[in-house]
């Protein structure tokens, strides 16, 4: 069974200080993590997948199997960044399935001035 | 920039009614999903679909819902005899491959 869990459901930052925001999963073979963010009023988006290994708006996040953890970090925290923020897991596009997402409860971040 | 478009956006209905949420995915994409997410609870998978047909549905998805591509474009889930607990939010996704979903707005779903 997939599973993913975001233990923090809100986060409170001050503008410029470093953000982590936790994601853990469950999932026997070898899965493909996301994160995607829902700003106000907006819809979910793609921030980042572990397969791309790239940084974006700032954010990174490296998939560590050996602690089955996919955390999201950014050294410098922006207001803009306060959003709704969710991990997900699929199964992998080279697998049985077919793109299924198994997402946390998501972690609200605010970024105060 | 194309994008996932859902309509209506807002639906109110009554308990035991029959409702069509309509999803226009992104043309060229070939992978569609449904997800729904009921307030204070994550997004739950509902159902995906392929090649005009389901490949994958969640055990919420039993047979009070189904899904149809009648046009080519549209996208489209329904709810035969909606309950209360159908109260959510619906989200259509599409995507070309089976990786990154680019999502609608949404359909708020309030079953009375």
């Known amino acids: 069974a997939q599973r993913v869990t975001q233990p923090e459901k809100l986060l409170s930052v001050f503008k410029g200080a470093p953000v982590e925001l936790k994601c853990n999963y469950s999932y026997s073979g070898s899965p493909e993590l996301f994160w995607y963010v829902q700003y106000s009023r907006q819809r979910l988006q793609l921030l980042l997948r572990?397969?791309s290994r790239e940084s974006i708006k700032g954010f990174t996040a490296d998939l560590n199997k050996g602690e089955t953890s996919f955390h999201l970090k950014k050294p410098f925290a922006q207001e803009e960044d306060s959003a709704m923020y969710y991990c997900?897991?699929?199964?992998?596009?080279?697998?049985?399935?077919?793109?299924?997402?198994?997402f946390g409860q998501g972690t609200i971040l605010t970024v105060h001035p | 920039e194309p994008e996932v478009t859902q309509t209506p956006s807002h639906q109110v209905t009554q308990m035991g009614q029959e409702v069509i949420l309509r999803c226009v995915p992104i043309?060229?994409?070939?992978?569609f999903y449904w997800y729904r997410q009921i307030l204070g609870q994550k997004v739950e998978f509902l159902v995906s679909f392929y090649n005009n047909e389901i490949s994958e549905k969640s055990e919420i998805f039993d047979d009070q819902f189904s899904v149809e591509r009648p046009d080519g474009s549209n996208f489209t889930l329904k709810i035969r005899s909606t309950k209360l607990e159908d109260s959510a939010m619906y989200f259509c996704?599409?995507?070309?491959?089976?990786?990154?979903?680019?999502f609608g707005p949404g359909t708020r779903l309030t079953v009375l």
């Open positions: 996704a599409s995507s070309f491959r089976r990786d990154e979903q680019f």
């Open positions: 043309s060229n994409h070939l992978y």
């Open positions: 572990h397969i």
């Open positions: 997900a897991l699929s199964g992998g596009a080279g697998g049985t399935s077919y793109g299924k997402l198994t």
